[in-house]
């Protein structure tokens, strides 16, 4: 019998796609005096693909986005809507998810908290359940929540005597046969709250099979008015609007402004108000835009001030544009006005994306559908624009494309912005197309590199690697090797560091800094000898420890000399803080010195230990305290000792550990927590001072000569060493650091690369805490905190002879890797290995639809020029200026003479614009790219695809046929002019199989071209020819002279389309577009291919990758991850004398039933699935995926029957106890939301164990037998593992 696997699926980086973004002031600030003082900061909620919801601010010094809080949902978030309830000082979040809910939360304790959840429907995304839709009334009176279908619900919002929130029951506003397009909520002042709704009611549509009753349905825009008084819900005005609307906007009302609505549709923007006319503007148009196409408007944002407002929106080129009414106060009635213009104005030209918000304090910022979000300063308001659209009253122009280029000004797109600032970015993976491991080991680098493809508007690919970035700010050469280094101030008051100090083996080098970094001889340290310890006394007094003793600057006319009682002993270490000393002579003796009142150092004690001590440190001295209490010692024997630093027990042995190794250094952290003292929600906490308490961990780090960092906590009261948690760093010794971080003390540990250890910006309990992560940086011998004016938070390290200063760049605490963008000319689909014995190179297949290919937008822009048009866009520069890959393109036609240029070593801009959109459909621009994964942005080689053909697949093939020679040939498939618009689905102009031979040059020569009758959209090599899908059709084909020669085929392996294809021995695995995957197998004797397995539920498959022989995993179009194996009793032989299963597989009646054997719904879409191992030598296998929108996540099998017990446990009683499912959603139901969850446990809900009480913490601890500690670290240790 068959063993049955169980996984545990975690998140290794959250995916970076955003669905909505909203801007309010939500989060609860404490001043000096510990109130909470709110409503003061200006902040950003974000709701994430995968359901989480963060909540950013920008920096106040920086302008840099800081996640302040996150909360995963377990639910699909659909819309988000902040409002601020009447008599408060915050903002409230409503949120419409997948739960068939309302719910609305408040931010507290670094967490989202619900504080109400109101039930209308059943669970999912269906379009006739509300929470598609929602908007609050700008009193923050009333909210509307609507589907997509139907059902709109309104609710009253108010408060009652204690200042909670209550809502009203739901209020009907439902339209039977009714899609509404958007919701929007209208400013009336204090009136009866009024909602706008876009919708079309299709019942003659529905009814009419010809479809012309469907063509003459018009879309309505339509109040609904909530009547405070009566509570009910009315149907007030309604007015047909253009068809193509899309959007709406609310216009401030009262005595603000008109009210009323801003309708967007394609091409126009149109001002609607009940008793009004509409006045309609078109949008301004690029220069290079086709007639023929409409444009779109996709996300807007608005900013209202006390004696001003605009609006700008976002068309889905990334354009723009800032909109304006002209109206003026009616002369009849009150608070009435009467709208004259409507002004669109070019205002910029950024990327597409989701949602836009304006803060008050003008930065913009903008959450991308594709790649990195960015935050812009407003550095004007476009008063200077040159592209001015005014309104037009002529009944003749229609809304379509052609009548809106008629009037619509032209403008020249710029490369860059011109009114925004870029100031930072959110990195976002969104959305990869492939995921692909390579093992780097061997170079200079020992952890794998993950390379994913990002499409969008902004291709690039995207270099990961474990850790986080290390920004390198100088480096300068050293006339020998420094044993160590340190940083010091001149006095204690001061911000930034004064010297830094490098000890030699036989000297010592004093730095000052400054506007540079100079030596200086007049600090008072001796030079002569090397240093052991430096460190800054509480009485401005400098303090070096040498081999000699103890030399205390008081100034420099006052120096100090310790030399202890026996002179003749020299010390071996040495450690100190502000009044503390301790040293360690090599007659394995220690002795305490403390600085007194006159500012003296006083020996207070000694002690001899009997064994060789390695090192020491003692404890940062606590806020109101005049000394530490503890001393920590560790000796070669691999014992770790804590003694007493208290004038009454002076240096008594309070506790001692026995290490494996003997440690190399030992570091305290004192860790500042805010702990939840129970599970109450955020209104509760607020009535009781205690609810939130801070409370300080101390924690023992020891760095041991065997790569392996221990950590202990140690009881502050009686010094006990506890909860002891170990990993691996590297086979060096480890050397740890006190360094800073956002003015937090953390460590830096030092072996074969540097770690970071430091606290976590959110709040939790015990090990979870703490962060730890490699830093991508060179292997460094030495380091020291390094503070100073250009750099607040750096680090000075010694790496051989080289001084280096660098900036760890920790974004986010969940942040498992660091990126290397590398900017492409289109989307990158495919990227394999090339078979080459001295290096390793890829290939990257780019293509993108709607997209002239370089050289034909060069020709194009020539074309414009030599005809006159001064005004026409030259692309050529614009392409020159923003990636100048465009100079180093060969086609197909190119001679092998002709020499590749140098790529720059500077990386170019990303392109914020794009080639010229054609007219026409069915255009295709695609390139072959090979690249130096070590060094990627060196561009080997470019080759550009001509006669509007698009790169779907590519695989390197060595022939069977030439026995001769090993040489490899790359086989890429190409179609053309492939359009999906057509009636009867796609069609195409030609499909081809193009060989090339790779030169020693790294060029690509074609050898030849093979038409084929359909898409080749599967390549890959099979016993020395090959395997090539043509549609629904599988062929063999060996090498020809003119052409490929087909060998054999089967002319229906699947019913529809090949989509997938996984070749292992003799064994075929094809997945079909909605008909799930295919076992087949190559009969060698007849030449022939069978299927004999099939998935008997029906997917729709998007990713593919082989466990074993007879198990794959599947990643399928509605979110879900499967593992499905052949049954043990099946076999893969064929008997079938008809011949009908060997060429029709739908047809043959005994195919063998695949069984789903792991199940799992992940929220998005996964891309790729890769089975290997990551973390370098050591780690374990598992299944890595990438999905849509961004995420990288891994499935980690159990290793024993006790692993998957723990773990189904866990995750079972963190279901009935975590109170945080704030959407309402069944943790179950979620990931259940297709098919069944099967042998797969929540990662992501373990990881909640720390951020519970402490009370729970132990209750589920008890039940596991284990202790709280034991349970985190168990699962811990699985991630570390596999990393």
């Known amino acids: 019998k068959q063993k049955m696997p169980h996984f545990v699926a975690v998140t290794l980086q959250e995916g970076g796609a955003i669905v909505c973004a909203v801007y309010g002031n939500f989060s609860e600030e404490e001043d000096n005096g510990g109130e909470a003082s709110i409503g003061s900061r200006q902040e950003i909620a974000i709701a994430r693909v995968g ?20 909360s995963r949902s377990f639910s699909c978030v659909r819309t988000i809507r902040s409002f601020r309830p009447t008599g408060s000082s915050r903002d409230l979040l409503i949120v419409g998810s997948d739960a068939g809910t309302m719910c609305v939360l408040e931010f507290c304790s670094s967490r989202w908290q619900q504080v109400h959840c109101e039930v209308f429907g059943k669970t999912g995304c ?85 479809g012309e009753a469907a063509r003459d349905t018009e879309k309505m825009l339509t109040y609904y008015e909530l009547d405070l008084g009566l509570n009910h819900v009315t149907r007030r005005w309604s007015e047909p609007v253009a068809r193509t609307a899309n959007l709406l906007l609310s216009v401030p009302g009262g005595e603000d402004g008109p009210s009323g609505v801003l309708v967007c549709g394609e091409n126009w923007i149109a001002y609607k108000r009940e008793n ?12 290079n835009f086709p007639n023929e196409r409409g444009l779109l408007i996709i996300s807007t944002a608005a900013l209202k001030q006390k004696d001003m407002f605009f609006f700008l929106v976002l068309s889905e080129i990334g354009d723009l544009y800032k909109v304006t009414l002209e109206y003026a106060k009616d002369k009849t009635e009150t608070n009435v006005f009467t709208v004259a213009n409507v002004i669109v104005s070019v205002f910029d030209t950024i990327f597409p994306a989701n949602a836009l918000c304006i803060t008050k304090t003008g930065l913009l910022f903008a959450a991308a559908e594709f790649g990195d979000h960015a935050l812009f300063q407003f550095q004007a308001l476009g008063e200077e624009a040159t592209a001015i659209a005014n309104s037009i009253f002529d009944p003749a122009l229609g809304d379509d494309a052609q009548s809106a280029a008629k009037v619509a000004p032209r403008f020249e797109a710029s490369a860059q912005p011109k009114n925004l600032l870029l100031i930072d970015e959110l990195e976002s993976l969104c959305a990869p197309t492939c995921l692909h491991a390579l093992n780097t080991i061997g170079t200079n680098s020992d952890s794998p590199l993950l390379v994913a493809c990002r499409g969008g508007q902004r291709p690039a690919l995207d270099m990961m690697r474990r850790g986080c970035t290390a920004q390198e700010m100088a480096q300068s050469e050293l006339p020998g090797r420094p044993s160590a280094v340190w940083t010091v101030r001149s006095r204690i008051d001061d911000d930034f560091d004064k010297y830094i100090v490098l000890s030699f083996t036989n000297a010592t080098m004093i730095l000052s800094i400054g506007d540079t970094v100079e030596e200086v001889n007049d600090s008072g340290f001796l030079t002569d000898t090397p240093t052991l310890e430096v460190a800054l006394l509480a009485d401005n007094a400098l303090l070096q420890a040498y081999v000699g003793g103890l030399r205390h600057i008081r100034g420099p006319d006052h120096i100090n000399e310790w030399k202890g009682r026996n002179q003749e002993a020299s010390l071996t270490c040495a450690t100190a803080n502000e009044r503390q000393v301790t040293v360690c002579t090599a007659s394995s003796e220690i002795t305490y010195l403390e600085l007194d009142a006159s500012g003296i150092l006083t020996e207070l004690g000694t002690k001899e230990l009997g064994t060789d001590i390695a090192c020491l440190d003692l404890s940062p001295i606590p806020a109101g305290r005049a000394r530490t209490q503890f001393l920590a010692v560790g000796c070669f024997d691999g014992m770790v000792k804590i003694f007493n630093l208290d004038p009454t027990d002076l240096l008594d042995l309070l506790a001692s550990v026995k290490l494996n190794e003997a440690p190399e250094s030992l570091r305290f952290l004192t860790v500042s927590l805010r702990v939840l003292s129970n599970n109450e929600n955020s209104t509760q906490q607020k009535k009781k001072k205690n609810a939130i308490l801070k409370a300080d961990s101390i924690y ?45 003390p953390a460590l830096l540990a030092l072996s074969s690369k540097p770690w970071l250890l430091a606290p976590r910006r959110e709040a939790s309990q015990g090990p979870a805490a703490l962060v730890e992560i490699p830093i991508a940086y060179d292997t460094l011998d030495f380091a020291a905190s390094f503070k100073s004016e250009q750099c607040p938070e750096a680090i000075v390290a010694v790496a051989g002879t080289t001084l280096r200063i660098f900036v760890a760049e920790l974004k986010q605490d969940d942040q498992t890797f660091q990126s290397q963008l590398v900017p492409t000319l289109y989307t990158p689909r495919v990227c394999i290995n090339l078979p080459i014995a001295d290096r390793q190179l890829l290939l990257i297949a780019e293509t993108d639809q709607h997209r002239y290919t370089e050289s034909e937008a060069r020709a194009l822009s020539i074309a414009n020029k030599e005809k006159g048009d001064e005004d026409a866009m030259d692309i050529a520069d614009d392409d020159d200026n923003n990636n100048k890959e465009s100079s180093k393109i060969t086609t197909e036609e190119t001679t092998t003479e002709n020499v590749l240029q140098e790529v720059e070593d500077e990386i170019p801009p990303l392109r914020i614009i794009n080639s010229p959109i054609p007219p026409e459909n069915g255009k295709w621009a695609s390139c072959l790219r090979i690249i130096d994964p070590t060094v990627p942005n060196d561009v080997l080689e470019l080759l550009e695809l001509g006669e509007n053909e698009a790169a779907v697949s590519c695989a390197t093939c060595i022939f069977a046929g030439r026995p001769e020679t090993t040489e490899f040939f790359l086989a890429v498939g190409t179609v053309k002019s492939l359009r999906f618009d057509q009636p009867g689905g796609r069609k195409h102009d030609g499909c081809f199989i193009h060989i090339y031979r790779l030169l020693e040059s790294h060029r690509l020569v074609l050898l030849h071209k093979t038409p084929i009758e359909d898409i080749p959209l599967c390549l890959i090599e099979f016993r020395g020819r090959l395997m090539v899908s043509v549609g629904c059709a599988l062929r063999l084909y060996d090498l020809g002279k003119r052409k490929l020669l087909r060998k054999t085929e089967h002319v229906r392996l699947v019913p529809n389309l090949i989509i997938k294809l996984q070749v292992y021995g003799d064994r075929i695995y094809a997945c079909d577009s909605t008909e799930s ?11 022939r291919f069978a299927v004999f397995a099939d998935d008997p539920i029906p997917r729709i498959i998007a990713s593919l990758c082989i466990i074993d022989y007879d198990t794959v995993a599947i990643g399928d179009k509605f979110g879900n991850i499967a593992l499905l194996r052949l049954p043990p009793d099946a076999d893969d032989e064929v008997d079938d004398p008809s011949g009908v299963s060997i060429y029709f597989a739908e047809a ?79 943790h179950i139901s979620f990931r259940s939301a297709f098919a069944p969850v099967k042998d797969v446990v929540d990662g992501d809900l373990c990881l909640e164990f720390p951020f519970l009480s402490r009370d729970l913490q132990v209750s589920i601890a008890r039940d596991l037998d284990r202790s709280p500690h034991e349970v985190y670290k168990k699962f811990q240790d699985t991630l570390n593992r596999l990393l």
């Open 51 to 70: 359901g989480r919801i963060e909540l950013l601010r920008p920096d106040v010094n920086t302008g840099k986005l800081l996640v302040i809080g996150s």
């Open 126 to 210: 269906r379009r006739a359940v509300p929470g598609q839709y929602i908007a609050c009334d700008p009193k923050g009176r009333a909210a509307m929540v609507a589907a997509v279908e139907k059902q709109k619900f309104a609710y009253v919002l108010n408060r009652d005597a204690s200042q909670n929130l209550t809502i009203s029951s739901p209020l009907e506003a439902h339209k039977a046969h009714t899609i509404v397009f958007d919701l929007c909520a209208i400013d009336v002042g204090f009136e009866n709250p009024v909602f706008a709704v876009l919708e079309l009611d299709f019942t003659n549509a529905d009814q009419d099979p010809t």
């Open 276 to 287: 009004h006319a509409e006045v309609r503007t078109p949008l301004p148009r690029r220069k």
């Open 700 to 744: 023992l780090f020891a760095g041991l000569r065997n790569g392996v960092c221990q950590r202990l906590s140690v009881d502050e009261l009686s010094g006990d060493l506890t909860e002891p948690t170990s990993r691996f760093f590297g086979p060096r010794q480890i050397r740890l650091v006190r360094i800073f971080r956002e003015q937090r």
């Open 1077 to 1087: 995957i295919f076992f087949a197998k190559y009969i060698r004797e007849t030449n």
């Open 1148 to 1226: 043959a009646p005994n195919l063998h039933k695949l069984q789903t054997i792991a199940q799992y719904h992940i929220g998005a879409i996964a891309t790729s699935i890769i089975k290997t191992p990551l973390g370098g030598p050591g780690s374990d296998e598992a299944l890595f995926f990438a999905a849509i929108d961004g995420r990288i996540g891994a499935l980690v099998p159990s290793k024993t029957r006790d692993d998957k017990d723990f773990f189904t446990m866990l995750e079972m009683h963190l279901r009935q106890e975590y109170q945080h499912f704030f959407t309402g959603r069944d």
